[in-house]
């Protein structure tokens, strides 16, 4: 059966701003050596199966030991708890991949699926930063780079599973100590992307 889902989403990166990865197609060594990236996603609205998905929020948490183009990398969800349980594997399909639509592209890259947590995933928007927290594993904000008329910059036509349109965005905080990816950043000068999306299957 056909699904859809579409929503507001924001990640933050270990990378230094602007993340490698988005100007080299996945092949660029990322600034650190490895990657490390928490991509965190609000349903506004969709359905699969019959199950409706309205205001489910979960994220996804993966690192790669080199080039993201290169594999192998270890992915895990997050899924809000106040979610039902057939909303919790509804979004797994669709996160993993396994359901198609967009994040089937990055399913022969994934060489680890390390499993899915519930937590309360709070989810805010406050003009052009973004947060997004998930209990004691994931806690990130995230401001957009803005032009001279205090609008975004985005890039467009990108090669992200997501959107093909982001805004460009530096991580305020970012920290993720979940399924074995550890990494913590204050300094402001880290990479993060924001944008709406809507995808289908």
């Not at 929020?57 to 594999?71: D, R, W």
Request: glycine letters at 12%; charged letters at 20%; aromatic letters at 6%.
């Amino acid at each position: 059966m056909a699904w859809q889902i579409s929503g507001s989403y924001m990640e933050t990166c270990n990378c230094e701003f602007l993340c490698p990865c988005i100007v080299t197609n996945l092949q660029g060594k990322p600034t650190e050596g490895d990657c490390k990236v928490a991509i965190g996603m609000h349903i506004d609205k969709g359905s699969k199966d019959g199950v409706a998905l309205d205001g489910v929020n979960f994220i996804a948490v993966m690192q790669s030991n080199g080039p993201m183009g290169a594999g192998n990398m270890t992915v895990g969800l997050i899924v809000d708890s106040g979610a039902s349980d057939e909303q919790a594997q509804a979004v797994t399909a669709i996160a993993s991949g396994q359901a198609g639509g967009p994040m089937a592209a990055l399913a022969p890259l994934i060489g680890k699926f390390a499993g899915v947590e519930r937590a309360k995933v709070a989810f805010e928007r406050d003009g052009e930063t973004w947060t997004v927290k998930a209990g004691k594993s994931v806690d990130q904000k995230c401001t957009g780079v803005l032009n001279m008329e205090g609008k975004p910059i985005a890039l467009d036509s990108v090669s992200h599973p997501v959107s093909s349109r982001i805004a460009l965005a530096k991580a305020v905080d970012s920290h993720m100590h979940v399924f074995g990816i550890d990494w913590d950043d204050t300094s402001g000068t880290r990479n993060a992307h924001y944008s709406a999306f809507a995808w289908s299957g």
